[in-house]
């Protein structure tokens, strides 16, 4: 990885991995901090969700798209995208997506 390669933040590609700056969730303040909803999947999910408009997309281990609405949890929709990936050790989604121009 290069470190000197900067983000559209200004912070090299090895300050973004780790961030430096404190975060509102911490092991102080999460004891203070209430579940707001859960949205039960048929795989596992295990990368950042894209958040936009009052909508998240995530995307599960089994190839699934999902759309969930961000305060209430309810599934607005969801797409089977793709057959798993599974050369590997893991498979289906392993990132987070990209939002551009209203797709996914």
Do not use: C
């Not at 983000?7 to 991995?17: C, E, H, K, P």
């Not at 599974?86 to 289906?92: A, F, I, L, M």
Request: hydrophobic share 35%; proline share 4%; aromatic share 10%.
């Amino acid at each position: 990885m290069d470190k000197d390669m900067k983000g559209n933040d200004g912070r090299n590609m090895i300050q973004n991995l780790h961030a430096t700056h404190a975060s509102p969730i911490n092991s102080k303040s999460i004891e203070n901090m209430d579940h707001s909803w859960h949205y039960a999947t048929e795989h596992p999910v295990s990368h950042a969700p894209l958040v936009k408009d009052g909508a998240v997309y995530f995307g599960d281990w089994g190839g699934t798209l999902y759309k969930v609405d961000a305060k209430k949890g309810s599934l607005i929709w969801k797409k089977n995208i793709e057959n798993p990936m599974t050369e590997w050790s893991w498979y289906g989604f392993a990132g987070t997506g990209t939002l551009g121009d209203g797709k996914v």
